[in-house]
């Protein structure tokens, strides 16, 4: 989409329009990466401006969590590791493409679709089994808001992959020179990894000391 | 220097970009069109439609005030007015018409682009703000949210709920079209610069949408991130803001000041970008100092994220915090000293033409000085401890966001406008429309620093008889104001069908947009242009200057 509002995308791709001198090239490289990345950025400090107000409110009150409120550890860490090694299967779907083996894409991008399915049950049977809910004190006000915040983007980009599995499905959408949509689920997973480690770090492990 | 009209005969020597240049329909401005030129005009006319809602809100409010009592309104609806007028000045008229409207129309003619990197998601940027406009106006149906712009826990939390929660909506809906926007502007400019346009050749104008982009992405999802608290606070039960238990109040206004001061950035940067392009083309001169306005842009962007806590020296702020922000507000007005200076510098001895354009310009320039020495006042934590919520900051805002952004956006469209519709204003309409401005904004916002310091508190609906006199002068100006956009609405449906042909660039002026034909074609230029000069090089020699717009002449 980039350049042109006229001519389909896919003409405009790497196009050199024929003029008469150099400085009238006009390449057109696929800039959505770039794009993508300095969202992820604004999108962080979202996220920033809730880890900063939890360190706050955790900095005011007595008891952090309160008598009640204790988080489970087990399970959570059992997902942390999932989905944590999610970012490294996910990146064996993209070196995959990169050699253009369309089916080690898809089997990874399936693998990780999976382990990142395994992540929100994960996250919804906590909620289940917790015994207390969003309203019950100012911890849990912010436990359920921030890991709820986290789940709904884990789901997006669940729904990326799925995307990405659903255009493989013709052959040629994505080969070693077109594969930008891959490398952007790719990048969006990464992002909710790293985001999910702050997370888990202030939620989970702070609350142990 | 003699007015070029036809060099496109010229320019034109071998096989076009794309299909042949076909105008755009009127009905094409009302769909989710891709092109930037077409979003631009969206953001423009959208925003100045709600300029004028906004603006029946302010009559409202200042026909209010002219009585001690509470007649006109009652005083919750009268805080209904004053919040949404608040928040559709700022949200829906000055962001989007600085940043969205000239922002998407200038960006990719200025930097020698086909389009904005990422049209479509252009579009969808533009589409974000109509709703949420109609959310704002949806939400007197529920009282009107209450608390003000800057929407404080706990007023937001205990006044008209569901009106509230719409206002959260909106706000949301314009924040995530801001971002969108700004990663927009950012890759186009870092990345579809035409290859012979040099750094140093950037035209100002780019680097305060630069600089004003890079503001909206760090502190916008800040001030998202405070009102999802909000939003729960008010619908879901949580307490993050209810002290009662174990929230915090004033989290939320550091939350809302993160982004909001740089806000008053968002909404002042473009217009400096503005005034630098304006200033010398009128002026016929150089810019002075290039690079410290372009670098005193950036220091803005950084600095303006260290000052918000000025808002809030009364919030029982430590003495530690009011110092720090005492001092790093103090040096966020350097860089602003700067530009003026060297805006001033530039109209020295330059062969100024008093066009409508410059007339805003210059009147721009008197009226910021005002406001931002207001601003240095309030700055200072001593002195805004009295000040603090009353008229006088009133007062100062005004100035700086009337004066300052208001008065730059007509410049800009005065300037732009033959370029946007291929025809000229007209000077006599425009003169008047500037005198009544000036002298309108002077009556209504000069006196409110009086009222402020005699203290007038801001916000209410009643205030002691004392004060009479004066509120009926701001009330007068009110209506100078109000006025004032008539000769404006006529002189831009008017000139728009009749005005004199404009040719491609009639005030000479020396940068990317005005080398395509007025209004530019599809997809701005049928070969792109050849940078062979400076953007600001006016009176000089013209073997380096491009004063023939000889730069879309291709090299042979
Ligand atoms: C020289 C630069 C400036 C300085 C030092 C400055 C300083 C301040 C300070 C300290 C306040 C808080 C006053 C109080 O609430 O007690 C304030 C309020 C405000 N300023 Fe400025 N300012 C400057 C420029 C601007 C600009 C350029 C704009 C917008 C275009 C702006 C818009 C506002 C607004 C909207 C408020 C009121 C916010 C509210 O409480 O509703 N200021 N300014
Ligand atoms: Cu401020």
Same mark, same amino acid.
């Given at each position: 989409?980039?350049?042109?509002?006229?001519?389909?995308?896919?003409?405009?791709?790497?196009?050199?329009?024929?003029?008469?001198?150099?400085?009238?090239?006009?390449?057109?490289?696929?800039?959505?990466?770039?794009?993508? &990345?300095?969202?992820?950025?604004?999108?962080?400090?979202?996220?920033?401006?809730?880890?900063?107000?939890?360190?706050?409110?955790?900095?005011?009150?007595?008891?952090?969590?309160?008598?009640?409120?204790?988080?489970?550890?087990? &399970?959570?860490?059992?997902?942390?590791?999932? &989905?944590?090694?999610?970012?490294?299967?996910?990146?064996?779907?993209?070196?995959?493409?990169?050699?253009?083996?369309?089916?080690?894409?898809?089997?990874?991008?399936?693998?990780?679709? &999976?382990?990142?399915?395994?992540?929100?049950? *994960?996250?919804?049977?906590?909620?289940?089994?917790?015994?207390?809910?969003?309203?019950?004190?100012?911890?849990?006000?912010?436990?359920?808001?921030?890991?709820?915040?986290?789940?709904?983007?884990?789901?997006?980009?669940?729904?990326?992959?799925?995307?990405?599995?659903?255009?493989?499905?013709?052959? *040629?959408?994505?080969?070693?020179?077109?594969?930008?949509?891959?490398?952007?689920?790719?990048?969006?997973?990464?992002?909710?990894?790293?985001?999910?480690?702050?997370?888990?770090?202030?939620?989970?492990?702070?609350?142990?000391? | 220097?003699?007015?070029?009209?036809?060099? !496109?005969?010229?320019?034109?020597?071998?096989?076009?970009?794309?299909?042949?240049?076909?105008?755009?329909?009127?009905?094409?401005?009302?769909?989710?069109?891709?092109?930037?030129?077409?979003?631009?005009?969206?953001?423009?006319?959208?925003?100045?439609?709600?300029?004028?809602?906004?603006?029946?809100?302010?009559?409202?409010?200042?026909?209010?005030?002219?009585?001690?009592?509470?007649?006109?309104?009652? #005083?919750?609806?009268?805080?209904?007015?004053?919040?949404?007028?608040?928040?559709?000045?700022?949200?829906?008229?000055?962001? #989007?018409?600085?940043?969205?409207?000239?922002?998407?129309?200038?960006?990719?003619?200025m930097?020698g682009?086909?389009?904005?990197?990422?049209?479509?998601?252009?579009?969808?940027?533009?589409?974000?703000?109509?709703?949420?406009?109609?959310?704002?106006?949806?939400?007197?149906?529920? $009282?009107?949210?209450?608390?003000?712009?800057?929407?404080?826990?706990?007023?937001?939390? =205990?006044?008209?709920?569901?009106?509230?929660?719409?206002?959260?909506?909106?706000?949301?809906?314009?924040?995530?079209?801001?971002?969108?926007?700004?990663?927009?502007?950012?890759?186009?400019?870092?990345?579809?610069?035409?290859?012979s346009l040099r750094w140093e050749q950037l035209p100002l104008f780019c680097w305060?949408?630069?600089?004003?982009?890079?503001?909206?992405?760090?502190?916008?999802?800040?001030?998202?991130?405070?009102?999802?608290?909000?939003?729960?606070?008010?619908?879901?039960?949580?307490?993050?803001?209810?002290?009662?238990?174990?929230?915090?109040?004033?989290?939320?206004?550091?939350?809302?000041?993160?982004?909001?001061?740089?806000?008053?950035?968002?909404?002042?940067?473009?217009?400096?970008?503005?005034?630098s392009e304006?200033?010398p083309v009128?002026? !016929?001169k150089p810019i002075f100092g290039y690079k410290?306005i372009a670098?005193?842009?950036?220091?803005?962007?950084?600095?303006?994220?260290?000052?918000?806590?000025?808002?809030?020296?009364?919030?029982?702020?430590?003495?530690?915090?009011?110092?720090?922000?005492?001092?790093?507000?103090?040096?966020?007005?350097?860089?602003?000293?700067?530009?003026?200076?060297?805006?001033?510098?530039t109209?020295?001895?330059?062969?100024? !033409?008093?066009?409508?354009?410059?007339?805003?310009?210059? $009147?721009?320039?008197?009226?910021?000085?005002?406001?931002?020495?207001?601003?240095?006042?309030?700055?200072?934590? #001593?002195?805004?401890?009295?000040?603090?919520?009353?008229?006088?900051?009133?007062?100062?805002?005004?100035?700086?966001?009337?004066?300052?952004?208001?008065?730059?956006?007509?410049?800009?469209?005065?300037?732009?406008?033959?370029?946007?519709?291929?025809?000229?204003?007209?000077?006599?309409?425009?003169?008047?429309?500037?005198?009544?401005?000036?002298?309108?904004?002077?009556?209504?916002?000069?006196?409110?620093?009086?009222?402020?310091?005699?203290?007038?508190?801001?916000?209410?609906?009643?205030?002691?008889?004392?004060?009479?006199?004066?509120?009926?002068?701001?009330?007068?100006?009110?209506?100078?104001?109000?006025?004032?956009?008539?000769?404006?609405?006529?002189?831009?449906?008017?000139?728009?069908?009749?005005?004199?042909?404009?040719?491609?660039?009639?005030?000479?002026a020396l940068t990317l947009?005005w080398t395509?034909?007025?209004?530019?074609?599809?997809?701005?230029?049928? =070969?792109?242009p050849v940078v062979t000069h400076g953007p600001y090089d006016y009176g000089m020699n013209p073997q380096n200057a491009g004063v023939?717009n000889d730069q879309?002449?291709?090299?042979?």
């Open positions: 989409m980039q350049g042109s509002t006229i001519d389909p995308p896919e003409t405009t791709l790497d196009e050199v329009v024929p003029s008469s001198t150099e400085l009238h090239e006009e390449i057109h490289t696929d800039l959505r990466v770039w794009g993508l &990345l300095t969202f992820l950025i604004s999108e962080s400090l979202m996220f920033g401006g809730f880890f900063a107000s939890y360190l706050v409110l955790r900095g005011e009150s007595a008891a952090w969590p309160p008598e009640g409120t204790e988080v489970e550890l087990l &399970l959570p860490t059992l997902n942390t590791i999932v &989905l944590v090694s999610s970012s490294f299967v996910i990146h064996l779907g993209d070196t995959a493409i990169k050699k253009d083996d369309v089916h080690g894409l898809r089997r990874w991008y399936i693998v990780t679709a &999976l382990m990142g399915a395994v992540f929100l049950a *994960g996250q919804v049977y906590e909620y289940l089994t917790l015994g207390y809910g969003l309203t019950t004190n100012i911890f849990s006000n912010c436990f359920y808001l921030m890991t709820g915040f986290h789940g709904l983007h884990v789901f997006i980009g669940l729904l990326l992959i799925l995307g990405v599995l659903w255009r493989s499905r013709r052959s *040629g959408h994505y080969s070693i020179s077109k594969h930008v949509g891959v490398e952007m689920a790719e990048i969006y997973w990464h992002f909710v990894d790293i985001i999910w480690i702050v997370l888990f770090t202030l939620l989970y492990i702070l609350t142990i000391f | 220097m003699t007015q070029v009209e036809d060099f !496109r005969d010229v320019t034109v020597t071998d096989g076009s970009h794309n299909s042949p240049p076909k105008a755009w329909k009127w009905y094409d401005y009302f769909t989710f069109n891709i092109d930037h030129k077409v979003i631009g005009i969206q953001y423009l006319v959208t925003a100045f439609v709600f300029y004028l809602i906004g603006g029946l809100m302010a009559v409202a409010i200042r026909v209010e005030l002219t009585t001690p009592d509470s007649d006109l309104l009652d #005083p919750n609806l009268y805080n209904a007015f004053m919040t949404n007028h608040g928040t559709i000045m700022i949200f829906l008229w000055i962001v #989007p018409s600085a940043i969205g409207g000239f922002g998407n129309y200038l960006i990719p003619l930097v682009a086909r389009d904005m990197a990422f049209p479509r998601l252009n579009a969808i940027a533009f589409w974000l703000n109509p709703p949420a406009g109609a959310l704002l106006l949806l939400s007197f149906l529920f $009282g009107g949210s209450q608390s003000g712009w800057t929407a404080y826990p706990p007023l937001s939390l =205990v006044t008209a709920n569901t009106a509230q929660t719409l206002w959260i909506l909106a706000i949301v809906l314009v924040g995530t079209s801001s971002i969108l926007g700004s990663v927009n502007f950012v890759i186009t400019i870092l990345k579809l610069k035409v290859p305060a949408i630069l600089a004003t982009s890079v503001l909206a992405l760090l502190s916008t999802p800040v001030l998202a991130a405070g009102l999802v608290l909000l939003l729960f606070d008010i619908n879901f039960g949580t307490s993050f803001f209810k002290p009662e238990a174990g929230g915090n109040v004033v989290l939320y206004q550091h939350l809302f000041w993160f982004y909001s001061h740089p806000a008053v950035y968002l909404m002042i940067l473009p217009i400096f970008g503005i005034m304006v200033i009128h002026a !016929r410290a670098y005193s842009s950036l220091t803005i962007c950084v600095v303006g994220l260290f000052v918000w806590v000025h808002h809030m020296f009364t919030s029982g702020t430590p003495p530690w915090m009011r110092m720090f922000f005492t001092i790093s507000t103090l040096i966020v007005a350097v860089p602003t000293g700067v530009k003026i200076f060297g805006w001033v510098a109209l020295w001895g330059g062969k100024i !033409r008093f066009t409508s354009a410059m007339l805003f310009a210059i $009147g721009l320039l008197s009226m910021f000085v005002v406001g931002g020495l207001d601003g240095i006042t309030l700055g200072t934590a #001593p002195f805004d401890l009295h000040v603090h919520d009353t008229y006088y900051v009133v007062g100062h805002f005004h100035y700086v966001l009337f004066g300052g952004s208001v008065f730059g956006i007509y410049s800009g469209i005065y300037h732009w406008f033959p370029k946007i519709t291929g025809r000229m204003t007209n000077e006599t309409l425009g003169r008047i429309h500037f005198a009544l401005t000036f002298v309108g904004t002077h009556l209504t916002f000069l006196p409110m620093h009086h009222l402020g310091l005699q203290g007038m508190p801001r916000r209410v609906a009643m205030y002691d008889p004392q004060f009479t006199t004066i509120n009926q002068l701001c009330t007068v100006g009110a209506f100078v104001l109000a006025a004032s956009v008539i000769p404006f609405t006529i002189n831009m449906i008017w000139s728009w069908l009749n005005g004199a042909k404009a040719g491609d660039n009639p005030w000479n947009e395509t034909s007025s209004p530019p074609l599809i997809e701005n230029w049928e =070969v792109l023939n879309t002449i291709p090299v042979t």
